[in-house]
């Protein structure tokens, strides 16, 4: 099993907010805690509220729709009859030293809500929730995962006549980890394990060869019926690229600000190619 860790800084996941004059008898400020996040190509906007969305103490800045599937959004604690501090209207100002709810939803579904008092000097602020899809894209990514390794009797090199079957097979590799981080708040692991078949093109332009569990390996007496041997008869001579492919089944573990994520991602495909040489014997009679 390969463990892999990075540090790594997501597109769009620093912001800056904008900090206008406090005019005559209004409250200190510390900008327009604006919709949304920065992305590529935005330049942050001009520090008015573009509506209702996702925001982020002390970030602010940015007229994007949010695109990582998070909304986090802030309103003013209300006492209820219960004692209870409820959220109440939605504010997008945030004022110093001053009390709010921070709602935050993930695709939907609410995952944290908490109060906090605001001050952008101080480090245990709420941080920005990363997508831990992305984040643990980023880390399949790092893992860099490996091509299958193809190998074929008879051998590489050796003499391979047309209408002899040739065997293929594959080792399946163990299951590859790999960690991604945005921040101290924001982790994610990706866990990537090949489902066991591999995919076989002979390059000669007929139909591809599954193989279950990377095929059989040949040896000395085994018969060409073996269950699970993949095998492919060559019908010309001739040079052939052959393409490998093995896929991979890919699961998360994310932690998002104290939040534990878990998840499953598309299947990865990997390939490797090689080339076989098919040659024609020929037959030569010896007179007595």
Request: with cysteine; charged share 20%.
């Amino acid at each position: 099993m390969r463990l892999q860790r990075a540090v790594i800084a997501v597109a769009g996941m620093i912001v800056c907010c904008h900090a206008p004059a406090a005019g005559a008898g209004s409250p200190e400020t510390d900008g327009q805690i604006e919709v949304g996040i920065v992305v590529p190509g935005n330049d942050g906007g001009n520090g008015a509220p573009s509506g209702s969305g996702g925001a982020y103490p002390a970030l602010g800045g940015g007229r994007a729709t949010p695109d990582d599937g998070w909304d986090c959004r802030f309103y003013r604690p209300v006492d209820n009859d219960n004692g209870a501090i409820v959220r109440g209207e939605e504010v997008f100002d945030l004022v110093r030293d001053s009390n709010y709810a921070r709602y935050c939803s993930y695709h939907g579904v609410l995952r944290e809500a908490m109060i906090f008092t605001y001050n952008p000097n101080n480090p245990g602020q709420p941080t920005r929730p990363a997508d831990p899809e992305r984040l643990s894209r980023v880390a399949i990514d790092i893992a860099k995962l490996p091509g299958p390794d193809l190998t074929s009797a008879p051998p590489k090199g050796g003499i391979t006549p047309v209408n002899l079957p040739v065997w293929f097979w594959a080792d399946t590799p163990a299951p590859n980890v790999a960690t991604a981080r945005a921040d101290a708040n924001n982790v994610a692991t990706a866990t990537a394990t090949p489902t066991g078949t591999v995919a076989i093109d002979p390059g000669d332009g007929s139909a591809t060869v599954s193989c279950p569990g990377g095929g059989v390996p040949w040896a000395r007496g085994r018969a060409d019926t073996t269950p699970g041997a993949c095998l492919h008869t060559y019908l010309k001579p001739g040079s052939y690229t052959v393409t490998t492919t093995m896929t991979w089944s890919v699961r998360y573990e994310a932690t998002i600000i104290g939040l534990h994520l878990t998840g499953v991602l598309p299947d990865e495909t990997t390939r490797s190619t090689r080339t076989i040489s098919i040659t024609e014997l020929e037959t030569r009679l010896r007179p007595n």
